[in-house]
């Protein structure tokens, strides 16, 4: 190598080091980071990833800004496979996604590009129980009359608790729920229900009681979609109340586990580690803001902390279930979807 490569390639090994020895407040000054949504604007998802962009700069060391894009598709899988494979690895990008999103490569039937493994969870703001709720006027206006009565319900798609769901439903419990996909978020479904395009959703319930189509009476809750009931909506049975079997409950319980993981923000695999550990300390301190807390009331969000190491937990015990009953129950799932 002559002198001037030997300059060059020693500038270049400084010029790394440099970068590499960077802290996170260095590496984070002046940059914005960019909180992907895999939903439509105005769903509880956006809301809650608005308040946090709002707040968590004052968290985040080197105060970088903050801003929200929303990638809708396919109930979130579009943005989760891009979180997987294409969106920065820097730290400079983390997103918003469906509970449903960590167990698709395990259990569901679509084609995903992540390991949900290797993604790096950093927790999520609130738990909430799905419910299903139909319009006032729908033939199934009750858990048992879905036996015998069908419910045409919205959905967005596969993975979203909006269509997965009512698919599994349907397949563990002969539920006549039939599913229209393509909507973009929940609250697009909950317009599409006052204009009487679909009859139903099944949806987390904090999402449905902020929305006029619920307020106004237009859709009245018929059950809890869950394998035990939530204090707050004890006049509603749970789904999980009508398994007849050792292996339907099983099933349910298997899958409504994605309940306990909330609304999952992630970041993608690679981030270097001491950004990994400051993005994950400024969400949770965020989480513990008064002043976030008071916006999230006065929008009618319910701040319910998940931490990221509860999150991982979660994700890596279901990941642990026998193979065995994986693969009925993927089999059974994937003949509802």
């Known amino acids: 190598m002559n002198a001037a490569g030997s300059i060059g390639f020693a500038a270049a090994l400084a010029f790394a080091t440099s970068a590499h020895a960077q ?43 903050f801003t929200v894009v ?14 997987g494979n294409t969106q920065p690895k820097d730290g400079t990008v983390f997103g918003a996604i469906n509970r449903g999103m960590p167990f698709e490569p395990l259990l ?31 033939p199934a206006q009750s858990l ?31 539920l006549k729920l039939r599913i229209v ?37 237009v859709a009245r809750i018929l059950f809890q979609a869950a394998s035990k009931s939530d204090a707050r909506l004890t006049q ?43 993005l994950r300390q400024a969400f949770a301190d965020t989480l513990q803001d008064p002043e976030l807390k008071a916006d999230a009331e006065t929008v009618g969000l319910n701040l319910r902390p998940v931490s990221a190491a509860e999150t991982e937990n979660i994700i890596r015990r279901v990941y642990a279930t026998p193979r065995d009953v994986v693969e009925r129950m993927k089999r059974m799932f994937g003949r509802g979807l």
């Not at 914005?32 to 004052?58: E, K, N, Q, Y």
């Not at 309940?259 to 950004?275: H, L, S, W």
């Open 70 to 83: 929303n990638t809708p598709g396919a109930g979130s899988l579009l943005l989760t496979n891009q979180l």
């Open 236 to 278: 509603y049975p749970v789904a999980s109340s009508i398994a007849s079997s050792p292996y339907e409950m099983q099933a349910l319980q298997l899958f409504f586990t994605r309940a306990e993981i909330g609304r999952p923000f992630v970041a993608p695999p690679g981030v270097p580690a001491d950004r990994l550990a400051a």
């Open 23 to 65: 802290t996170p407040a260095e590496f984070y000054k002046g940059k914005t980071i960019s909180i992907a949504v895999g939903f439509s604007a105005g769903d509880g998802t956006d809301t809650w990833a608005r308040l946090i962009a709002r707040h968590m700069p004052a968290h985040m060391p080197g105060a970088p800004a």
């Open 144 to 174: 048992a009359d879905l036996k015998d009565r069908e419910l045409i319900v919205g959905a967005t798609g596969s993975g979203a608790d909006t269509a997965t769901i009512p698919a599994v439903l349907r397949v563990v419990l002969g």
């Open 181 to 217: 996909t393509g909507y973009p978020g929940s609250r697009d479904i909950l317009l599409a229900i006052e204009r009487g395009e679909v009859q139903g959703i099944c949806v987390n319930y904090d999402s449905l009681t902020r929305e006029p189509v619920y307020r106004n009476g």
């Open 108 to 138: 569901g039937v679509a084609p995903t590009q992540f390991d949900a493994l290797k993604f790096n969870w950093l927790g999520s703001p609130d738990q909430d129980t799905a419910v299903c709720a139909a319009r006032a006027e729908a």
